[in-house]
């Protein structure tokens, strides 16, 4: 680019420089010309000649090998809290998707079945400690496919009712339900995850509750800002999705998701926002609900407990499974033994490796002076 | 391009016609047939490329012709077609940028183009029509009109010289702006022609323009009404060519020859052909690779995904079912899109900022080159010249250095040492004093008297004063110099003003003949004037010049002196003059210009003869005849003047010192000792380039010298051929065979004890060589030459003529390994050596710009070539190797995860960047650290490269660019993907990653990849870097701090423009997560910790590469030291770090 064309503006340009130039030699070399001497001398700036004050890192031994230590300290330190804050994570965890004749919800596994339930039993010999977090898990389930995930429309679920009557063509092909627009259109919304389950103890026989709160699922941004319901019409939700359909595999219309609580439905319902939030990968988890309520607020209390499954997701299609985890959490997220192990090999390779250094430094050093 | 259009234009026209005719003032001539008004084409000048109409597809398509535009623009227009995972945006944009910017300058440029033609085109000249005086614009100039310039103005095309102002019937003329030769130059009108232009008829018939600038051959017929048309020779001397300017003269008459795009100036116009550097060779297979990379990557996810789709309930499952289009889509439609949307997923693996990148680091980095001021000289008031800023890296890695002898090594200064007349040496080389001694005494001085008789003395100091085409400077000078002369004190660079002359031998000579007393005074309308020792001014006229030219190798004129004696005066060559002398005369002589040759002198010989009237009428008419031949002048001149110069009688001989170059040796001793072999070309005689070679310790005591020349061949008695062969054969065992293996290291015995050879060959032995009997053997000689050269730590070539210069560098750019080459000269005769190598310097010297022009690099002196080289040429490969493979490794680490992340989302080109992610990655994240780097880092300070000339070894033969470092970068490359994208993976088998319980999705996954990849590349960046300026700070913290920022703000901001909010947020949430903390950190650490192990433990790689003391560093301010190369275990304690002020 710089220099490929033909320069024919520098030819007329250096008619000017050779005649300075001229004057030069004309004047037998003797410098008498110190305009010219000004005009044509190079600028002696650090810049210009390269000499800019610059720092020259060293690596030497008397930084690397502290330094080295340091870090493999700090790793393990930070490894050995990462790795007992996840050890001291209880979990809980329960494929339900039935696949076997002897587990729970064999008979549910059906397709054909609807309104289905099941549900599992377990014991806590430990108490559990709170809050506990209700996660469900899918696998093989690929929400983070290209086509599923650009296959729903901002500005309907940001509430724009313009998109009502035109979802947009990346919908396809969830956009229109017999010729009725489908709202909230698109393959993400239409196969929201519809399994609901409920947590029961079992306190001598009878079914105590366990109160599971929806709040605080997802985003706080999702909830608060990106996610908009429509303009009531005559204070009715129903009536703003009027001349709209509900995606093919819903129940229930988007306005009727959650019918114990009138404000957790539309588009701002905490279960639809944490399923629009797409799974990065094929096996993944979504939080369901939390314990954080009544007696249970400090965890879960030994003793034996029922999960009522109400059975409605189909997954064995695809060779995809569902599970249901109960988990809490440390500082640092769920359970997860990665990080931890990966800061305690990481620091102590540092430490081995300041240490084979000091070895060799203490071996190899060079005498004072070489220079 | 220019050229190709003058061809297509006229092409056809120069077949048929081989000279043209014009008609003096457009008037018809009496002898000829019907007036048919020639056409030719007007005088405009278009220099520009563009008009406003056809600049933007024409710019277009020129841009797009590179087949990295074109490459991008196939990416977009697939985007733009087909259903792909990212918007046309993501690459339209960078492309757009980059089109637009390049036609912006081109447009630029052109423009001032289109403006310098107008100024030129708009001009207004004089014309003389009809007897009128009529201003016009210089474009409508016919060939034929009769311009009138006035001093001072340029000519607006090439003028045949009809009539000057001046008696003596001369202008004077500097092509400054042609050839850069400043001096003036005289040119003659056209002999006999009518003062009266008005009723001047005359037709001229001359060649078809050609770009020469020295050439032209013509005739001028001038009709009168009552005789024959009478015959006037044209050549150069008339000829004023368009771009020259008229000085010393109040006006001048001249005819038009050549007008427009036929000028001489015009067509030197054409562009120079284009040399490619060897980091870009490097650079497309690299390209390739990575092309091929992202073909198999795109396959290998096309044929995964049909694989993959093929299992049961995988292709389309309930959830995501397919629409009616996609079902009905032919399969291998599909296939195929699948394949396209894959390849425009992964393209940014080969990115379109890296050619931004290089040639903005080209272009700027060629700046500091013209900035430095070690390159000026101030004598010429000038710097270091860059013409083209394609070949800086090539500057690190050249193998072979040819240079020129005379301006280059010496200086082309020339002093005038000492003569010998008739077998009496006369020694002139002493302090100010005696000099003032010889300049002053009027009498004849007593010294010379006692040697050579008085009247031999005069007769050569005449011949040294008559024999020259030296001009004495015009006007106010004469006066100095007579002033001078009454005051009798001559500064030596108060006379040299006096005098200008082509060659600096000549003036030096005269100078030399006016230290003896025979002063110079000018040659006035034919009649030279010297003043002699009695101060009595001395008349002759001036009848015929015979010019030096390097075939002949000697000149003469024949002059008439006042008692009306012709004689003939010749200098030249000892070999050219010695055969045209009486031989008892040459014995005396001889002696002392071998001596003189030795000791590194130019010699020349000098002769003369006195020619009887009946001779002189006879020679005077062959010249004549000669003068005017139109076709083969040349030689039929030539023909004549051998005749001429025959039966002389031997005068003396001089002795002339060219002085060596400033550090001229320690220049050489610096490219010898980094590795570079030097050869030196020169047209000179074998014993002065040989004594040369030594004082510029090229050659040292203990070279053993092989010798194959002329005389060594003939030596023996035998056939020459069997003579060569021999010698061949016996110094190829000697230098290649027995010499020890080559391989061992690249280091050549500098210390060690082996011997050393040098080779010396002349230009009639090389030509034996190369062009011997037809047989097979040739190639043989030729391949024999070629490694006994290899062999030896330096080669002279001398008597070489300027083609066979570049012939050489041809053969050596040619031979085994395709060394780099590189080509240094000041004069006319080193343009084809500096055309045909890989970089060509000129030197700024006193043989005319010739050399610059047609450079790629000028300088002002050899000594700087040192700086150009080993700090220069060092710095320059190592920053732009290190920003080609940064480059190609930033981008593999890059598009990798995003390449594995198909295997985790159903091959469904899910991207996992964002898509400003995947725009701003090259653009603005992590572009202008390693600009900065490649335009400032200095891993070796300048002073340990300028000190430590073997340092330029660790580069030698494109060492950061072959397919060994590649490989390393390609691995780093291929471990920091996969480290960053199963990092994350691994972190993400449990996305709750918050306190809060919840969980991350596909967006916070790709940010967390991102966020870690843009830190490695810019802190692996940081960690390459050892020369931390301010402004590598300012970038690399300022980039990242960048990075940090337009993630919030992008993540901000519900983008109104956006389909997708999908990054609201996701980076700050990110960011609240320890988690994601924790992993960024650790994944940063890890994927530097081999690079710092590796930085730490590296083995020093030469022996020379020692740290300085980092105590003695401080002092000074401009100093700096140098970083250490020692591994860190070598180093002690102390010297951590050091800042230099």
């Known amino acids: 680019m710089a220099a490929s064309c033909w320069p024919a503006s520098g030819f007329y340009r250096e008619k000017k420089r050779n005649c300075s130039a001229r004057t030069a030699i004309f004047d037998g070399g003797m410098m008498k010309n110190k305009e010219g001497e000004v005009a044509n001398r190079p600028d002696n700036t650090a810049f210009t000649q390269q000499r800019l004050p610059a720092w020259q890192p060293m690596l030497s031994a008397g930084i690397v090998i502290p330094g080295f230590l340091v870090i493999g300290l700090v790793f393990i330190g930070i490894g050995v809290a990462l790795f007992l804050g996840s050890q001291s994570i209880q979990v809980l965890e329960s494929d339900y998707t039935g696949l076997n004749s002897n587990t729970p919800c064999y008979e549910c596994s059906d397709a054909s079945k609807k309104n289905c339930t099941c549900s599992i039993e377990f014991t806590l010999t430990k108490q559990f400690d709170g809050p506990v977090f209700l996660y469900y898990g899918l696998s093989n389930f690929f929400q983070n496919h290209r086509k599923y995930g650009v296959s729903r429309d901002y500005y309907q679920l940001s509430g724009d009712t313009a998109y009502f009557k035109n979802p947009s063509d990346s919908c396809s092909p969830y956009i229109y339900d017999s010729g009725v627009p489908i709202v909230p259109c698109g393959a993400a919304a239409n196969s929201m995850f519809n399994d609901s389950f409920r947590l029961y103890q079992l306190v001598g026989g009878t079914k105590k509750p366990v109160p599971l709160d929806g709040k605080g699922i997802s985003w706080w941004t999702d909830y608060n800002i990106v996610f908009r319901n429509p303009p009531l019409v005559n204070g009715s939700l129903a009536a703003a999705f009027n001349g709209t359909a509900k995606p093919v595999n819903w129940a229930k219309p988007a306005y009727e998701l959650d019918t114990s609580d009138p404000s957790n439905n539309g588009f701002m319902n905490e279960d639809f926002l944490v399923w629009m939030r797409r799974a990065a990968l094929p096996d993944f988890r979504k939080l369901y609900r939390r314990i954080t309520q009544g007696d249970y607020a400090a965890g879960l209390p030994v003793g034996n407990y029922s999960l009522e499954i109400s059975y409605n997701y189909p997954v064995i299609g695809f060779g995809g499974r569902k599970k249901i985890v109960l988990s809490n959490v440390s500082w640092m997220g769920g359970k997860n033994m990665f990080l931890g192990v990966a800061y305690l090999v990481i620091g102590s390779l540092c430490i081995v490796m300041s240490l084979v250094m000091l070895i060799v430094y203490a071996k190899y050093k060079f005498p004072e002076g070489d220079s | 391009m220019l050229r190709r259009r003058l061809n297509h234009l006229f092409g056809g026209d120069e077949k048929r016609v081989d000279s043209r005719t014009i008609y003096v003032g457009h008037r018809q001539c009496p002898g000829t047939e019907a007036f048919i008004a020639p056409k030719f084409c007007d005088n405009r000048i278009v220099s520009s490329k563009y008009t406003v109409w056809n600049f933007l597809p024409k710019n277009l398509f020129e841009q797009f012709r590179r087949i990295a535009n074109f490459y991008f623009l196939i990416i977009f227009l697939v985007q733009v077609i087909v259903d792909t995972p990212t918007s046309p945006v993501t690459s339209g944009l960078p492309l757009f940028f980059v089109i637009t910017v390049t036609a912006i300058k081109q447009g630029y440029e052109d423009w001032l183009r289109h403006k310098a033609d107008k100024e030129v085109n708009k001009y207004l000249v004089t014309v003389l029509e009809d007897g009128r005086r009529i201003r016009k614009e210089s474009e409508r100039i016919k060939v034929g009109d009769v311009v009138e310039v006035v001093e001072d103005e340029t000519f607006p095309c090439d003028l045949i010289l009809l009539q000057s102002s001046r008696d003596d019937d001369t202008c004077f003329v500097t092509t400054a702006s042609l050839d850069g030769e400043s001096n003036h130059k005289t040119h003659y009108t056209v002999p006999d022609t009518e003062k009266d232009l008005e009723s001047l008829t005359a037709t001229i018939e001359c060649e078809q323009p050609q770009p020469d600038l020295y050439k032209f051959v013509g005739r001028m017929h001038i009709y009168r009404s009552d005789q024959d048309p009478a015959v006037r020779s044209l050549g150069p001397e008339n000829l004023l060519l368009k771009g020259a300017t008229l000085k010393n003269t109040k006006k001048i008459y001249g005819v038009a020859v050549y007008t427009g795009m036929e000028t001489k100036m015009a067509l030197n116009y054409q562009g120079k052909s284009q040399k490619r550097s060897a980091v870009e060779k490097s650079i497309n297979a690299f390209l390739l690779v990575y092309l091929c990379i992202l073909l198999s990557k795109a396959l290998v996810c096309t044929t995964l995904k049909y694989v993959w789709q093929s299992r049961d309930g995988q292709d389309e499952p309930w959830y995501n079912q397919k629409t009616q289009k996609e079902k009905d889509a032919y399969k291998f439609l599909k296939m195929f899109t699948d394949f396209l949307s894959f390849m425009v997923l992964f393209n940014f693996i080969i990115p379109v900022s890296m050619y931004v990148t290089v040639e903005m680091q080209k272009f700027l980095g060629s700046f500091f080159i013209t900035w430095d001021k070690d390159f000026f000289d101030p004598e010429i008031q000038e710097g270091a010249l860059v013409n083209t800023s394609d070949l800086n890296e090539e500057l690190g890695q050249v193998e072979y250095v040819f240079t020129d002898k005379t301006g280059t090594l010496t200086q082309n200064n020339m002093e005038f040492i000492e003569c010998c007349i008739d077998g009496f040496q006369y020694k002139n080389r002493d302090s100010c004093s005696e000099l003032d001694s010889f300049c002053v005494t009027d009498g004849p001085v007593s010294k010379l008297h006692e040697k050579a008789g008085r009247e031999k003395e005069e007769l050569f100091l005449r011949a040294l004063c008559l024999c020259h085409t030296v001009q004495v400077k015009e006007a106010g000078d004469m006066e100095t110099v007579s002033e001078d002369q009454i005051d009798g004190l001559l500064p030596p660079t108060e006379q040299q003003k006096g005098f200008i002359a082509s060659s600096p031998d000549e003036v030096a000579l005269v100078m030399g003949a006016m230290k003896y007393g ?386 985790f989302c159903g091959y469904s080109q899910q991207p996992l960047y964002d898509a400003a992610y995947l725009t701003m990655y090259n653009i603005c994240f992590t572009s202008m650290p390693i600009l900065a780097y490649s335009l400032l880092e200095q891993h070796i300070a300048i002073e340990s490269l300028m000190d430590t000339a073997s340092l330029y070894r660790e580069v030698a033969k494109n060492a950061t660019l072959r397919w060994g470092p590649f490989l390393y970068w390609t691995t780093l490359g291929i471990f920091h993907g996969l480290l960053f994208f199963f990092g994350v993976r691994c972190l993400f088998s449990n996305p709750a990653l918050q306190d809060n319980g919840q969980v991350f999705g596909n967006w916070s996954y790709g940010t967390i990849v991102f966020t870690v990849l843009v830190f490695t590349v810019t802190l692996k960046l940081a960690l390459d870097t050892r020369h931390w300026t301010w402004i590598n700070h300012l970038v690399i913290w300022g980039s990242l701090a960048f990075y940090v920022f337009f993630s919030f703000f992008w993540g901000g901001i519900i983008w109104p423009f956006l389909q997708q909010q999908r990054l609201y947020f996701v980076f700050a949430n990110m960011l609240s997560s320890v988690s994601a903390w924790l992993v960024i950190i650790l994944l940063i650490l890890l994927s530097l910790l081999p690079e710092i192990l590796v930085l730490v433990l590296r083995k020093p790689r030469g022996p020379h590469r020692r740290q300085k003391n980092p105590g003695q560093s401080s002092v000074g301010g401009q100093q700096s030291t140098q970083a250490s190369a020692r591994p860190l275990l070598m180093r002690t304690f102390s010297d951590e770090s050091n800042t230099v002020r």
């Open chain 2, 518 to 903: 025979f002063t110079f005074l000018g040659l006035d309308s034919k009649t030279m004037k010297i003043r002699n020792r009695q101060n009595d001014v001395e008349l002759y006229e001036l009848l015929h010049v015979l010019n030096f030219d390097p075939v002949r190798r000697r000149m003469s004129v024949i002059v008439r002196s006042k008692a009306g004696e012709t004689l003939l005066f010749c200098k030249g060559a000892d070999s050219s003059i010695f055969p045209r002398v009486r031989s008892e005369e040459v014995d005396r002589i001889r002696v002392h210009v071998e001596r003189n040759a030795t000791e590194g002198y130019r010699t020349l010989c000098v002769a003369y003869k006195q020619l009887c009237t009946e001779e002189y009428v006879e020679v005077d008419a062959k010249l004549r005849e000669a003068r005017l031949a139109l076709q083969d002048r040349e030689e039929k001149l030539m023909a004549v003047y051998n005749q001429v110069e025959t039966g002389m009688s031997l005068i003396g001989a001089t002795a002339v010192e060219d002085r060596l170059q400033e550090e001229a040796a320690e220049t050489m001793e610096a490219l010898q000792e980094a590795g570079i072999k030097v050869w030196v070309l020169t047209g000179d005689k074998m014993e002065t380039a040989k004594s040369t070679c030594y004082a510029c310790r090229l050659f040292q005591r203990g070279t053993e010298l092989l010798e194959l020349t002329v005389r060594t061949l003939e030596d023996g008695g035998r056939k020459r051929e069997e003579r060569l062969h021999e010698l061949l054969l016996e110094y190829h065992k000697k230098a290649v065979q027995d010499a020890p293996p080559a391989k061992l290291g690249v280091r050549r015995s500098w210390v060690t004890a082996s011997q050393e050879y040098g080779f010396i060959i002349d230009g009639a032995t090389l030509s034996l060589v190369l062009n011997s009997s037809p047989e097979a053997s040739s190639t043989r000689y030729k391949s024999l030459f070629l490694q006994i050269c290899q062999n030896c730590t330096a080669v002279l070539c001398c008597r070489m003529a300027p083609l066979q210069k570049a012939q050489i560098v041809k053969m050596v750019k040619n031979s085994k390994g395709s060394p780099i080459t590189l080509s240094i000269g000041d004069g006319a005769n080193d343009v084809s050596m500096i055309l045909e190598a890989h970089v060509g310097i000129g030197i700024k010297g006193k043989e005319g710009r010739q050399a610059v022009r047609n450079s790629d690099y000028a300088i002002p002196k050899l000594k700087h070539l040192k700086k150009l080289l080993l700090a220069h040429g060092h710095l320059y490969y190592v920053r732009i190797a290190h920003l080609v493979q940064y480059f190609f490794y930033k981008n593999l680490c890059f598009i990798l995860p995003q390449f594995l992340y198909q295997f």
